[in-house]
């Protein structure tokens, strides 16, 4: 995986990084870890506890690198973007679908999410998968509406549709995505209701945006 500047002028994605600052932004951000994997670099010998950063030094030092320096960075850099950016988009889009069809919504206000009872939630996954097909979150996951595009009941084209691509294309970061969507609804659902203020509006420019924002006011259930 390797993040590079496509610098189309004219474009949404040359327009996006000029007037938001994502362009200045990302050297910012990509400064930052430079001096965090220099650092790094620095202290010999082995942590007791690794992360992905000591991972990454490794792999650089090998005598025959898998990536350069340069690649490492951009890949810190995707993964911090994607993991922050996506799924704060995905949730605020099935907030909003939730928020006009309330009918979807179905909470048991005593259950308490562990692991198995996360894996037994298969209409909340319906509920994400089909949020995030009428939203997409990636913007290079092009679609073609072959009619009419309107909200599919729980177990319908949602499953069909693979908003986190598939084979070698795969998003890493599929799983804990849909597991944070899922725990937060789970949390939202049991133990609030809530009404819309203002905003909502979706846009795609490239990706995903709500241009004013969603507002909500939240109301603790008893």
């Given at each position: 995986?390797?993040?590079?500047?496509?610098?189309?002028?004219?474009?949404?994605?040359?327009?996006?990084?000029?007037?938001?600052?994502a362009?200045?932004?990302r050297?910012?951000?990509?400064?930052?870890?430079?001096?965090?994997?220099?650092?790094?670099?620095?202290?010999?010998?082995?942590?007791?506890?690794?992360?992905f950063?000591?991972?990454?030094?490794?792999?650089?030092?090998?005598?025959?690198?898998?990536?350069?320096?340069?690649?490492?960075?951009?890949?810190?850099?995707?993964?911090?973007?994607?993991?922050?950016?996506?799924?704060?988009?995905?949730?605020?889009?099935?907030l909003?679908f939730?928020?006009?069809?309330?009918?979807?919504?179905?909470a048991?206000?005593?259950?308490?999410?562990?692991?198995?009872?996360?894996?037994?939630?298969?209409?909340?996954?319906?509920?994400?998968?089909?949020?995030?097909?009428?939203?997409?979150?990636?913007?290079?996951?092009?679609?073609?509406?072959?009619?009419?595009?309107?909200?599919?009941?729980?177990?319908?084209?949602?499953?069909?549709?693979?908003?986190?691509?598939?084979?070698?294309?795969?998003?890493?970061?599929?799983?804990?995505?849909?597991?944070?969507?899922?725990?937060?609804?789970?949390?939202?659902?049991?133990?609030?209701?809530?009404?819309?203020?203002?905003?909502?509006?979706?846009?795609?420019?490239?990706?995903?945006?709500?241009?004013?924002?969603?507002?909500?006011?939240?109301?603790?259930?008893?």
């Open positions: 995986m390797e993040s590079r500047s496509l610098g189309a002028e004219g474009q949404s994605w040359r327009r996006l990084g000029e007037g938001s600052g362009v200045p932004g050297k910012n951000v990509k400064k930052m870890l430079k001096e965090i994997l220099d650092e790094r670099k620095k202290i010999e010998g082995r942590h007791e506890s690794i992360d950063f000591d991972v990454l030094i490794e792999e650089v030092k090998e005598d025959n690198p898998s990536m350069t320096e340069n690649t490492a960075l951009n890949f810190l850099f995707s993964l911090l973007f994607g993991s922050f950016d996506s799924t704060s988009s995905g949730i605020t889009a099935m909003k939730l928020t006009d069809n309330p009918e979807a919504l179905k048991d206000l005593n259950s308490k999410i562990t692991w198995e009872e996360y894996k037994s939630m298969k209409f909340t996954s319906h509920v994400i998968h089909e949020a995030l097909r009428l939203a997409s979150i990636t913007p290079m996951m092009f679609r073609e509406a072959v009619e009419d595009d309107i909200a599919e009941p729980a177990g319908g084209a949602s499953k069909d549709f693979m908003p986190f691509g598939g084979g070698l294309r795969l998003c890493v970061g599929a799983h804990f995505a849909k597991l944070q969507m899922a725990v937060f609804v789970h949390c939202l659902v049991t133990k609030y209701s809530w009404k819309a203020i203002r905003g909502g509006r979706m846009v795609l420019s490239p990706g995903l945006r709500f241009p004013e924002g969603f507002h909500i006011q939240l109301f603790p259930k008893d």
